[in-house]
């Protein structure tokens, strides 16, 4: 068996669908894919591994925003002004990734970011190396390296961003080194690493959650911070989801917030964790389907951005435009995307249609039927569509940040169809759209059947045809972790329990769950055996001094006590939990697996990474 994991496209010349294969002995292999349909994912070569719900283990992970520069040497004029700029990730002395390159003007900008999973246990550096691009006409001209970013991954180990300038410090082989002006880099990241113990040590936890979600949630929303929501709902989303809970949670804590606030007009455009619930259900079940809706128009119109302007406020057109063509520019780009959009329910996923469902339901249940369009057009549209559109790299349907002219139309018309969602005209302040009220108002009725259309149960003969298709398929939302998502989920809780314990008598059972999983969590990573202790009551052991301090930013249940380093990535780490021998000295990390017949029969579509040539 091997260990496989995603490699990203921005190395292999922009390959969406290709993967490392790690084995515990000899090189690895790089394999680029055509089509999804290839990939690990969806062959039966690959299979979920269940080896590593059995032991205790850790998962590593990094989010890294590459933002902009400053301090360019060399000028705003000059020969290298007409240059473009790309930074390299590395992870110790590894490329992970790559920005694209940017040209110099006012301002240097990326917005890029990363995000890396199933780490190795012993990154100590983040690197990001900044390289002036080679003049391509010339052969012989070759990327110029500027200088690097150092960042020690203890700096940023925190559960929050941590953002920043960071000097650049020159390549002692290149020019700038001697340059008086030094470059910096904005940078926003995150390191964090999770202890996790085996799936059954949190069998209790997790039928208390599933059967205490509401009145948990409802008792939480007014003692936890924005981002701590946030945190709560996706681990909440993501380990109900694994138990075919999702959509009932959050048609529970739509219903909630629409009965508290009274007012549709504020459903979803808060900061409640209803929102933070419904956003994370989203990208969860329906990225596949947000970029095979948005991703043709979005590729076509930003590479067509001379061709089409669509900027029509008069403070903002250059002096003799065409204001008439450029509303008609407009227009045609509305009316193409939305027609993208109305036609998408065919592929609508089956999650999301369940749970608009579920929260149409609810809302009917409870004498509030009205309200339903407005609930589902502020999820779909104001939560995923619109935002998607305005800014499409941050959910990966492009690579890089849209130029400044390509931001600014996609602004517009995400401004048509949020306002065609939200039933309204424009009217006041933006009076230079009411050039476009006639389409807002013809398409109002297609709004409310789309909305409908996507909210409606499938017939059973429906589900069947569609379970069908996808039976070979990896399931909306990927193979969850569960065993991740509790361990985030209880030391969330137990940050917090302790807030709202006092005023309700039904959170006592909660903390009795949390200490004992925190008593776990103390025990040394390589001595516990979790299976000679009684769950959920464990009594507590006698004080033994006060312990270490965590790290910056980390809970002492999110780290480890006696964490090891091992240099071979596929070794497991034995945490002797009374795991039979040949499983221990399996691969037991790895949440996929492949066999090894993928080396042995070749797919003629799969090339090694050696084939493929490189351009940096």
Not at 182 to 189: E, G, N, T
Not at 587 to 605: E, G, L, R
């Amino acid at each position: 068996w091997r260990r496989v994991n995603p490699t990203p496209s921005s190395i292999i010349l922009g390959q969406e669908h290709a993967f490392q294969v790690t084995t515990p002995t000899g090189p690895n292999t790089t394999r680029v894919h055509r089509q999804l349909s290839e990939t690990p994912g969806s062959t039966p070569f690959v299979k979920q591994s269940g080896l590593g719900d059995e032991v205790r283990r850790r998962e590593n992970s990094l989010k890294i925003w590459i933002l902009e520069g400053k301090g360019i040497p060399g000028g705003s004029s000059g020969k290298n002004s007409s240059k473009r700029y790309f930074c390299e990730l590395y992870l110790d002395d590894v490329l992970y990734s790559r920005t694209c390159g940017k040209p110099r003007g006012d301002m240097l900008f990326w917005g890029e970011h990363f995000e890396f999973t199933q780490l190795p246990n012993c990154v100590q550096l983040i690197t990001v190396v900044f390289f002036r691009e080679g003049d391509k006409k010339r052969k012989k001209e070759r990327n110029t390296c500027i200088g690097k970013v150092k960042i020690p991954v203890n700096t940023v180990t925190s559960r929050y961003l941590i953002e920043k300038w960071y000097p650049v410090l020159p390549d002692s082989s290149s020019s700038s080194s001697k340059e008086k002006e030094h470059p910096s880099l904005r940078v926003k990241c995150k390191y964090q690493s999770v202890d996790i113990l085996p799936l059954r040590c949190y069998k209790s936890f997790l039928q208390y959650v599933k059967d205490q979600y509401g009145p948990l949630s409802e008792c939480l929303e007014s003692v936890l911070s924005v981002k701590a929501k946030e945190d709560l709902a996706s681990a909440m989303v993501h380990v109900l989801h694994h138990e075919n809970l999702a959509k009932e949670f959050i048609a529970e804590l739509a219903l909630q917030e629409i009965l508290k606030s009274g007012d549709e007009k504020l459903t979803f455009r808060g900061n409640s964790i209803a929102t933070k619930a419904m956003e994370a259900f989203l990208k969860l079940t329906g990225t596949e389907y947000l970029h095979a809706t948005l991703g043709p128009f979005i590729e076509q119109f930003q590479g067509s951005e001379d061709l089409y302007d669509c900027e029509i406020d008069p403070m903002k057109l250059p002096a003799g435009t065409n204001l008439s063509k450029n509303q008609q520019n407009l227009r045609m780009a509305v009316d193409t995307v939305w027609k993208a959009i109305m036609h998408s329910h065919s592929i609508f996923p089956m999650e999301l249609r369940e749970c608009f469902s579920h929260c149409r339901e609810a809302l009917k249940s409870a004498g509030k039927e009205e309200l339903s369009d407005h609930l589902i057009s502020a999820s779909i549209f104001l939560r995923f569509l619109c935002p998607a559109i305005l800014s499409p790299s941050l959910f990966n349907i492009t690579n890089e940040y849209p130029s400044e002219k390509s931001a600014r139309n996609l602004t517009l018309i995400a401004k048509v169809l949020q306002t065609l969602a939200n039933f309204t005209r424009f009217q006041g302040k933006e009076n230079y759209m009411e050039f476009i009220n006639d389409f807002v108002e013809r398409e109002a009725s297609n709004m409310k059947a789309f909305l409908s259309c996507i909210s409606s149960p499938l017939s059973p003969e429906a589900v069947k045809k569609v379970q069908k298709e996808n039976r070979d398929k990896v399931p909306a939302g990927g193979f969850i972790d569960l065993g991740k998502y509790l361990s985030i989920l209880s030391a969330l809780l137990s940050e917090n329990v302790a807030k709202i314990a006092p005023k309700n008598d039904r959170f006592k059972q909660l903390q009795e769950l949390l200490e004992t999983i925190h008593k776990w969590l103390e025990q040394p990573a390589n001595a516990t055996n979790v299976s000679m202790f009684p769950f959920p009551h464990l009594p507590s052991p006698p004080p033994s001094g006060p312990p270490p301090p965590a790290p910056l930013g980390i809970p002492m249940n999110h780290r480890f006590s006696n964490p090891l380093c091992n240099n071979n990535n596929s070794q497991a780490i034995n945490h002797q939990y009374q795991i039979p021998h040949h499983i221990v000295n399996a691969a037991t990390t790895p949440i996929y697996a492949v066999s090894s017949v993928i080396h042995n029969n070749s797919n003629p579509n799969v090339k090694n990474i050696s084939q493929v040539q490189m351009n940096m």
